[in-house]
């Protein structure tokens, strides 16, 4: 696999989680790198987006709870989730792709290629 997720698992409301997201296989410089999460019978999601030059965006419902990271020299992208709720009950998939919206990086899944398996993530009350 060229991208594969780790991190997951089961937290309290409130709680956090770093997901990361391991690119070793990818020349992802070139790369948006974005995190996306699917929740049960709902479909995909955009969470965040982080390009090379570590220029960022979000999905307006996360009200500034995650952050997007990258660290190039060892071909990592993380998902740190802070104040997590029960909807953010989902599985995160890590995804890449070389496509650039009016010179920035999308948060639309239909234009991602690569994508790794996911990483189920759990928040209970």
């Known amino acids: 696999a060229q991208l594969e997720e780790s991190g997951g698992g089961s937290v309290q409301a409130g709680g956090s989680l770093k997901l990361s997201c391991a690119a070793a296989?990818?020349?992802?410089?070139?790369?948006?790198m974005t995190w996306f999460r699917q929740a049960p019978g709902k479909g995909r999601e955009g969470v965040a987006t982080?390009?090379?030059?570590?220029?960022?965006a979000y999905a307006d419902s996360l009200e500034g709870r995650f952050t997007i990271s990258r660290d190039n020299a060892r071909k990592y992208v993380y998902l740190q989730m802070a104040s997590l709720k029960l909807d953010d009950t989902a599985v995160y998939y890590c995804a890449a792709s070389p496509f650039r919206r009016d010179g920035h990086c999308d948060l639309s899944p239909d234009e991602y290629t690569y994508w790794g398996q996911g990483t189920q993530v759990t928040v209970s009350s």
């Open positions: 982080i390009d090379s030059d570590d220029s960022t």
């Open positions: 296989a990818f020349q992802y410089t070139k790369y948006c």
